[in-house]
């Protein structure tokens, strides 16, 4: 098999790095791919960037591509699946249509409401002063989401009112549209990646990411500085009430509508106090990092599982055999991250690091006359295995030693909050 993974990040060099595992994959293409995907076995980078769907269609058709696989959110939102089916290609994600769950928060709540999905009571707004008045009615804390892919920074947890509004003026004064106002949810959050074909809907295993950049959840979010899988939380109880409340209604309510969704799932949960569960939000593709945690763990040939959501026979494919282990993964990032950052700073220790047990996946990292260089606000994810999460937790921090940047960060306490609960 010939297989093409578009993206450049962490989450794809976990993708890519999975694949070429099975003797199937003949080759892999990482478009374009990063520092680490240059090194994989079986793998070549091709320097095309996901926003080029002609460019992306073309060398596929011209390689004989059996699958693609869409990691980021922007080429689906762009139609990269719908184009690629309609020349034949088998592609892992949705059409542009599908793509809305995670591009339109709107969308995405109107769609749970019609499907009878618990998630926060919200209201969309298209101007700023009904969106304002609604705020001094409803009172804080509040939520204020912009409805657009916004790189993570659309979204306000307000603690007070005036923030709020504050956040509703910006957001209109972006260029955003829309903003969804809804009611602010406590608990704690979990993140279940789902696989479906269109038909079926199968979890893989659930993880906690830590999107704040300080240790103990503090300071502005980022794109998430680690994660554990799986995480306790979700019970089996709370995975029964995932799939039953959450994941086969969605993908129901998906098909009533005569969209055809084949890919990941991925619902960001809030776990209320009597272990109710809500969606927070929807996404179209892999989560990044929770794929650097859990597809390490995963036991079944990837290229099967994915072709089996891309030719809609998820529900003869056997139950997905997973390791029974912990995997956890601690991101690297430069100094100044989420803000400014330095770009250019000579990475060393990753075959120190490697020797030591590490997975290291690549986030933002370039290859540069044999030197490796930082290129990105998250740098490396550095994910460890375990028999247990507490064991996994020491092995990652244990691992990453050798690794070394210039005013390199990392979070000392990913997975912490799980072993004192
Ligand atoms: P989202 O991009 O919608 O996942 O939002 C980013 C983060 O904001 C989530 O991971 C939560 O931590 C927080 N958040 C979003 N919606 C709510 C809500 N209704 N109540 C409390 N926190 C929320
Ligand atoms: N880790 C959060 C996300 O992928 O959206």
Sequence with gaps: MKIVVVGSGGREHALAHQLVQSPQVERCYCLPGNGGTATLPKTENIALSGDDITGITQFCQGQAIDLVVVGPELPLTLGLA????????????????????EASKSWAKALM???????????TFTNEASAQAYVTQQGAPIVVKADGLAAGKGVVVAMTEAEAQQAITELFSQGFNKVVVEEFLVGQEVSVLALTDGLTVRPLLPAQDHKRIGEGDTGPNTGGMGVYAPAPLATPSLMEQVQKTVLEPTVAELRRRGIDYRGVLYAGLMVGPEGQVKVLEYNCRFGDPETQAILPLLVTPLEEVLLACVEQRLAS???????????????????????????????????EARALGALVFHAGTELQAEQLLTAGGRVLG???????????IAEAYRVLQPIYFEDMYYRRDIGHRALST
């Excluded at 290609?89 to 809305?100: D, H, L, N, R, S």
């Excluded at 409401?113 to 209201?123: H, K, N, R, S």
């Design 317 to 351: 494919l056997p139950p997905l055999q997973w390791q029974s282990a912990s995997a956890v993964c601690v991101v690297l990032a430069a100094g100044g991250y989420p803000g400014a950052y330095a770009k250019g700073q000579v990475i060393t220790g990753i075959e």
């Design 82 to 101: 719908d184009q690629l089916r309609q020349v034949g290609i088998k592609v892992f994600g949705p059409g542009q249509v599908g793509a809305q769950i």
């Design 382 to 392: 550095m994910t460890a295995l375990g028999p247990d999460l507490k064991t996994a």
């Design 113 to 123: 409401m019609a499907a009878g999905v618990p998630t926060a009571f919200g209201e």
